[in-house]
């Protein structure tokens, strides 16, 4: 190794050392929190626009609209209550943490996808990105099953 990279690796080391450690979110949510915040996010008997208790930022009026829309076709379509499956449950910086989630069965079916949660005033929340990611793959999944006149 020639001295430039090494005194480059030996600077960026020197940074690192000195810099704070980011916070990590200490605990992390169990998996029947995670789950209950997933069951609720899906929940049609609650209006998308109410879920600011679980979803940070909350959905805008738009979002909301399309999302209520879709959890209430999939609903009249017999494909919820969705049932989760929650691993991998890790830390992450700054009060976030990660976790691994699955619907298992089925067409109703997802495979295993990562999730995105804030610890906010001791309360977890699901990120807006994650929420918006994951309503998208179930009214995905749902919806290429179905046959024409369906959902």
């Given at each position: 190794?020639?001295?430039?990279?090494?005194?480059?690796i030996a600077a960026m080391a020197a940074a690192l050392i000195a810099s704070p450690?980011?916070?990590?979110?200490?605990?992390?949510?169990?998996?029947?929190?995670?789950?209950?915040?997933?069951?609720?996010?899906?929940?049609?008997?609650?209006?998308?626009?109410?879920?600011?208790?679980?979803?940070?930022?909350?959905?805008?009026?738009?979002?909301?609209?399309?999302?209520?829309?879709?959890?209430n076709r999939l609903n009249a379509s017999g494909y919820s209550p969705f049932n989760?499956?929650?691993?991998?449950?890790?830390?992450?910086?700054?009060?976030?943490?990660?976790?691994?989630?699955?619907?298992?069965?089925?067409?109703?079916?997802?495979?295993?996808?990562?999730?995105?949660?804030?610890?906010?005033?001791?309360?977890?929340?699901?990120?807006?990105?994650?929420?918006?990611?994951?309503?998208?793959v179930f009214w995905y999944n749902a919806t290429r099953h179905i046959h024409h006149?369906?959902?």
């Amino acid at each position: 190794m020639n001295r430039t990279k090494l005194s480059a690796i030996a600077a960026m080391a020197a940074a690192l050392i000195a810099s704070p450690a980011p916070a990590y979110a200490d605990p992390v949510p169990s998996t029947d929190e995670v789950a209950a915040i997933m069951a609720k996010l899906t929940d049609p008997s609650i209006p998308a626009a109410d879920k600011t208790d679980i979803v940070s930022p909350g959905f805008s009026p738009e979002e909301a609209q399309t999302i209520d829309d879709h959890l209430n076709r999939l609903n009249a379509s017999g494909y919820s209550p969705f049932n989760f499956v929650v691993t991998d449950i890790q830390p992450a910086p700054n009060n976030f943490a990660g976790a691994t989630v699955a619907v298992p069965y089925g067409v109703r079916g997802t495979a295993p996808g990562p999730i995105v949660l804030a610890d906010q005033g001791g309360r977890w929340l699901i990120t807006h990105e994650t929420a918006m990611t994951a309503l998208n793959v179930f009214w995905y999944n749902a919806t290429r099953h179905i046959h024409h006149g369906g959902i």
